[in-house]
């Protein structure tokens, strides 16, 4: 198959090395024509995913139009802040005649002010196409590194979802279907807001017991407001909501766990270091864009409501902690 990927990040990187290992031709193409350059000099991603080298089948493109030409399968791996530019150029640059077989959205997150999901995004720019996502617990070194992972590719079912399916699945990666996109997609959105209250009870030192019950109710919450927003319950039960949940929630690697615990040892200190460092924490905006929507629709999300006051400034990370401790007692739902 001739696989495109649209994004050099680590999560881009590590899919283009597992593509190539899987024997497919692989384009990587970099937003950025410096880091193309920079990649097919050295052949290591050093600023995104360092110590991994691209094996020399890895194409490297400085722009979208000639990859695609004959690419069956496209893969879009950017910050959901980026995917509308990114989109704009993908549908600028893609033959109408012969479209790719699927194009399949590696993003985590929701649109800023419109609140889309990434494959809404890429609708709006590829009529017509077909579109999918990829998701689950997959921390980008260790697909790099050939270790295993399940994920699951949520679509509209048919041919080029199994074609795709089995293209991607391998010794390494095991890949399941959906039919339910805009589960997956909330899903491993929402993952990351909970994953910055994971990392609350870590930095405020709180324990186990209060990790594992926080991250139950988390859970509980995230299936009610994904089928309140379209998705299925079983879902959210599957790799693209607990499985992910689980392991941004508990992974010394995960952006999201580990910028919820600067945010409990020194607030102020973390939200200045994050514009520092110029870092994409993705459950950031997430807990702003769906606390947005959970109060359009009427949805009770104590957590979620909690953790976006932290963000915005209006309580302490231990007044978030005591606030869903003192909430009125009831029975487990």
């Not at 050295?42 to 360092?50: D, K, S, T």
């Not at 609350?200 to 089928?227: F, I, P, Q, W």
């Not at 959970?294 to 005591?322: F, Q, S």
């Amino acid at each position: 198959m001739n696989a495109v990927v649209l994004g050099a990040g680590a999560w881009g990187t590590a899919m283009a090395l597992h593509l190539a290992r899987q024997g497919h031709t692989v384009t990587l193409v970099p937003r950025r024509q410096e880091q193309a350059l920079e990649l097919a000099s050295g052949r290591e991603n050093r600023a995104y995913l360092p110590g991994h080298f691209l094996d020399a089948s890895i194409q490297l493109g400085l722009e979208p139009a000639p990859a695609l030409m004959e690419a069956d399968l496209v893969l879009v791996a950017c910050p959901s802040s980026g995917l509308e530019a990114v989109a704009a150029s993908l549908g600028a640059a893609l033959d109408r005649a012969q479209p790719p077989r699927l194009v399949v959205s590696l993003c985590k997150g929701l649109e800023r002010g419109t609140l889309r999901r990434p494959s809404e995004v890429l609708a709006a720019a590829l009529p017509g196409v077909a579109l999918a996502t990829l998701t689950g617990p997959t921390n980008a070194d260790e697909v790099a590194r050939g270790l295993p992972t399940a994920v699951v590719l949520a679509g509209p079912a048919g041919a080029a979802l199994t074609e795709t399916q089995a293209a991607l699945s391998g010794p390494s990666l095991r890949v399941y279907t959906s039919d339910d996109l805009a589960g997956a997609e909330i899903g491993g959105t929402l993952k990351n807001v909970y994953a910055l209250g994971a990392g609350l009870c870590d930095g405020l030192g709180l324990g186990s017991n209060a990790k594992a019950s926080l991250l139950t109710r988390s859970l509980l919450e995230m299936v009610r407001l994904g089928e309140a927003l379209g998705g299925r319950r079983e879902t959210f039960l599957g790799l693209s909501g607990v499985g992910d949940l689980m392991a941004t929630a508990h992974g010394a690697w995960s952006r999201n766990r580990g910028y919820g615990e600067e945010l409990a040892r020194d607030l102020e200190g973390a939200k200045a270091g994050l514009v520092a460092r110029k870092s994409v924490v993705e459950g950031v905006w997430a807990a702003q864009a769906f606390a947005e929507l959970a109060r359009r629709r009427g949805l009770d999300a104590p957590i979620l409501a909690g953790i976006d006051a932290l963000l915005r400034g209006e309580r302490t990370a231990a007044e978030t902690v005591a606030g869903l401790m003192g909430r009125g007692l009831k029975r487990e739902a």
